[in-house]
């Protein structure tokens, strides 16, 4: 009898488990599969070109004050989800290397201390990171040409396969010596390829409405 309720108690032992492990949720593995907790998936269907490969980095060789399609359609479509037009260009003097110089970054005005700045740019990273609906990963972000972004001191670049990195601008020694600005966490800069600046990668050819020419993102002021 002391056997069979031993037996019972552990079959009982071993039911409360499984359903302990059932109910908990996902675990660390399982959620590692996706970049993001929401569950995002965008679209391929506006796309007739087939999906970009990761793009390594380009480095700025040149000087270009003149902003160029593809990042004034990208600049207008980040303004309006909400946040500020920061600069697109930058003076050409100095040393430093800024895809600034060539025309091809944009930096969106957010405010990281503010919860609805914040939350605007984690629903920008999560559709932009996002896997499609035939599970290309990245899929927006690659379809638009992006290099890199940084914000609020992390970056996430195509090369290293948009994985989160910690970042510390070259101008500092340490986070709590760094300005907001250098930091990134006033705006969320936004580097683009080449051919995503020229509006020449898929996502810009699928847009049904061309931009204005004359858009408010052709700044010429401000921090990288």
Do not use: N
Not at 4 to 19: E, H, N
Not at 21 to 30: E, H, Q, R, W
């Amino acid at each position: 009898m002391r056997a069979s309720s031993r037996a019972a108690g552990t079959v009982a032992a071993t039911c409360v488990l499984l359903l302990g492990l059932l109910t908990s949720g996902p675990t660390a593995a399982s959620t590692g599969e996706a970049d993001h907790g929401r569950g995002t998936v965008t679209s391929s269907a506006p796309y007739l070109m087939p999906m970009e490969s990761y793009a390594g980095y380009q480095p700025q060789t040149s000087c270009q004050r003149t902003p160029k399609p593809g990042v004034l359609m990208l600049a207008d479509w980040l303004v309006a989800r909400g946040g500020g037009y920061g600069p697109i260009s930058r003076s050409c003097s100095g040393s430093s290397r800024s895809e600034h110089k060539e025309s091809r970054a944009f930096d969106w005005l957010l405010d990281a201390t503010d919860p609805a700045d914040a939350a605007l740019a984690a629903a920008l990273l999560d559709e932009l990171f996002a896997p499609d609906d035939t599970g290309q990963p990245h899929a927006l972000a690659r379809r638009m040409g992006i290099m890199y972004i940084i914000w609020d001191d992390t970056m996430y670049a195509s090369y290293d396969g948009f994985v989160a990195k910690r970042y510390l601008s070259s101008g500092c020694r340490t986070r709590r010596t760094c300005s907001p600005t250098l930091r990134h966490r006033d705006h969320l800069h936004v580097s683009l390829t080449r051919k995503g600046a020229k509006g020449m990668t898929s996502w810009y050819y699928a847009q049904a409405a061309s931009q204005p020419s004359t858009s408010l993102a052709a700044r010429e002021l401000g921090p990288a």
